[in-house]
């Protein structure tokens, strides 16, 4: 099932959101994304914990995801997720690296 979550500013722009599946008792997150002017203030944690709320809701206890190296890995470390795999070789010397948590 597809997962959606927006935030929008008060006049209504969007400034970020997540995009995501749900299937299987797991959860996927494909996309984090914030407008850089709106980066450094909580708002992508409090995207992640929406994102992790919704998928529990849907009777999920784990989510999966990946970012590329020049990324986000840390704020996904800090967020309590493990990192499981690395694809070396990525274009421009990166990595892709790939996690997971279980929801408790």
């Known amino acids: 099932m597809p997962l959606s979550i927006r935030a929008t ?5 969007l400034i970020g959101g997540v995009t995501g599946w749900t299937w299987g008792g797991c959860g996927s997150i494909q996309s984090l994304w ?5 980066r450094g203030r909580g708002l992508g944690s409090r995207l992640l914990t929406a994102a992790e709320s919704e998928i529990r809701r849907r009777g999920c206890d784990r989510v ?7 990324q986000a890995p840390g704020f996904y470390l800090r967020h309590g997720y ?10 421009h010397g990166s990595a892709k690296h790939h ?3 279980r929801l408790t």
């Open 99 to 101: 996690f997971h948590k």
């Open 9 to 13: 500013d008060d006049d209504g722009t």
């Open 82 to 91: 493990e990192q499981v795999g690395l694809t070396p070789g990525m274009p």
């Open 34 to 38: 914030l407008s850089p002017e709106h």
């Open 64 to 70: 999966v995801l990946a970012t590329m190296s020049f």
